[in-house]
């Protein structure tokens, strides 16, 4: 009832603004005293790709990761594209880019594509002056302007200068607005680099830093998860952090230790996602990014600290023994509106032996929003579904219908096996089901066992269809053996893997990976069927390395 009455409350405040800022009068409000020059330019401590700053200058294409969207005559407009499209194009992530493949041809594209967009975006806009791409949008400027903006001549100078101002001023007028999450964390960015560049502006500082002194306690948990359970969006918040941090450090201010007591919360978190390959496990709308880029961002917060076991507020679980890893999603949905991504996937898991990575999730894309609604179902998922449904309805705004309310954890852990427990109630109101997952593993790693019982507390009238999918990465052959009853995986390292069932009818399906770019990989899922005929019922599976 209270994340109804709040995204009632959210239209009417946006309807409110939406009227306020599109006039002439606000825009003409926009105007003022223009700066002389920056007092410095913000480092960008990020590389970018000179391959996609190919892309931009030879065809006018933007990129993101390995998807293209070609822009012709300076249309900053593009149509019916996934808003992620819009984020990255007026965001202006894209300068990045240009700075990495370096030299004048590149630069002088920078500055005539800012220009151009100057041109094209003088007053408010109900998108693109967003206060989330509002923000990235002046970090991205401001952290640029040595690269494209300190050599250009005077008119364009004060131009950019102008422009800026104007910016600064909507998006202190503006913030936090509706805005939660890692979107206020953007806007809060470009207030802060506002504040910090531009003199006389202190009081933006002021005001960012006072909404980061909120948020960061607010979106990093004790444990140091991200509220939306997203390991991505964790990642992106340290790294938003750490420029904070590094702008504060060149302008000559103190270190502030909220953020650092942030970093330090949320660096070993970030740690607790990875498989031995160095990406991220598929969970909640995440792909598994460049170790490479997951490594520079967790040397540039300078924070050390072991990996976690456990994130019991984020709610996972980490089992590791040996080579063989297994992280768990045990806890609950996100609270509106951090759920608006989340992927309904209650116990679901991915396991690991060395880089070969074994039982994986589905994934996500980066920038479909048909293919991010078909991976984010349970079906995707290495977990237990009832009746072919999601645990839960999706309402239109993304978020969560009628949820888990309720995730219980148990773990023991002991010299030579671990042994995690857990249960949710999602099912409850849909068949009065409850759904409880055991993992053990033992032997080094090379012994994994799973036990999914469901109970009810209501008599079953009539039975249930239950799978139990367990879908495999491309990278693993698979067969069913010993009359069906049994499969042999083969890993690309040449080790093999046993997989057996004790309830239950084992078949072999079809099923894609889209854990990294933007084509989905043929793979093959592991499906274990069977039926609940009783208020209890119990589905045992084991996989074990064969030839130990």
Known sequence: M???????????????????????????????????????????????????????????????????????????????????????????????????????????????????WIDNHENWHEVYWRPDILGQRLSNLLAGYDFFGESADESFQMMFLDSVVRQLRHLARSVPSNLSGINLLYAIKGLAYGGLTIEGRENYLEIALHLLDKEIDKQILSDGGHISRNPRTLLEAIQILIDIRAALRQGGYPAIEKIQHGLDRAVPAVRFFRHADGAFGLFNNTQENSPDYIKSIIM??????KTLNSLPHTGYERI??????????????????????????????????????????????????????????????????????????????????????????????????????ACHDGYVPVNGITHRRRFYMADNGHDLRGEDSLSSSIDISVPHDIAIRFHLHPNVGVSLVQGGHEALLRLNNGTGWRFTIADGELELENSVYLGEGVRPRKTKQLVIRGKVNNNFEQFKWALQREGK
């Open 2 to 116: 209270h994340a109804l009455l709040y995204k009632i409350q959210d239209k009417v405040r946006c309807k409110a603004s939406q009227l306020a800022y599109n006039s002439f009068l606000y825009n003409w409000s926009l105007g003022g005293t223009i700066p002389q020059d920056l007092l410095f330019s913000p480092r960008d401590l990020w590389s970018g790709s000179a391959e996609n700053a190919r892309w931009l200058m030879n065809s006018g294409t933007f990129t993101i990761e390995g998807d293209h969207l070609e822009l012709s005559n300076s249309n900053w407009h593009p149509e019916d594209v996934d808003s992620k499209w819009i984020e990255h194009i007026h965001g202006f992530d894209w300068i990045r880019d240009l700075r990495a493949l370096g030299g004048d041809q590149a630069r002088r594209a920078a500055r005539l594509m800012v220009e151009n």
């Open 300 to 305: 540039q917060a300078s924070v050390r600290a």
């Open 320 to 421: 590791s023994q040996g080579k063989s890893l297994l992280i768990a999603d045990v806890g609950k949905p996100p609270v509106w509106p951090y759920d608006q991504n989340t992927h309904i996937a209650p116990l679901s898991f991915e396991f690991s032996s060395g880089r070969e990575r074994i039982f994986v999730n589905c994934g996500t894309h980066p920038t479909s929003k048909e293919w991010q609604d078909a991976l984010r179902s349970t079906p995707a998922h290495n977990t237990l579904i009832i009746d072919d449904r999601n645990m839960c309805d999706v309402q239109r705004d993304g978020s969560m219908g009628h949820r888990a309310k309720t995730a219980i954890v148990d773990r023991d852990d002991q010299d030579h096996c671990s042994i995690v427990n």
